[in-house]
Nanobody
Framework: QVRLEESGGGLVQAGGSLRLSCAASGRTFSSDFMGWIRQAPGKERELVAGLPRNGDTYYSDSVKGRFTISRDNSRRMYLQMNSLKPEDTAVYYC?????????????????WGQGTQVTVSS
């Protein structure tokens, strides 16, 4: 079993920055997929950034150039969010999956954190 815990959300003005952190405990492997999914009210879940086992880095078009995903070991991951926009307002979830791959549907990832709210005011 794997437990994920996010931190770092909050309220920020448009143009500002936030850094989200995700700490994992339990049975984890360096080959796990690690990523960030967000869900805004009334919208579908969206994978915004991910680190698959093949060494690539994924960003959705909506955050490319503004967000940076990173990890400093197999248990801790970050999402640096710059130039935030009101449309970035959402609950952000840390996810992890032993498959190590990017799924075509966000709901397929096995482990989820409880989520952290990010609110960007205009």
């Amino acid at each position: 079993q794997v437990r994920l815990e996010e931190s770092g959300g909050g309220l920020v003005q448009a143009g500002g920055s936030l850094r989200l952190s995700c700490a994992a405990s339990g049975r984890t492997f360096s080959s796990d997929f690690m990523g960030w999914i967000r869900q805004a009210p009334g919208k579908e879940r969206e994978l915004v950034a991910g680190l698959p086992r093949n060494g690539d880095t994924y960003y959705s078009d909506s955050v490319k150039g503004r967000f940076t995903i990173s990890r400093d070991n197999s248990r801790r991951m970050y999402l640096q969010m710059n130039s935030l926009k009101p449309e970035d307002t959402a609950v952000y979830y840390c996810v992890r999956d032993p498959s190590g791959i990017i799924y075509d549907a966000p709901n397929r990832y096995h482990y989820w954190g409880q989520g952290t709210q990010v609110t960007v005011s205009s």
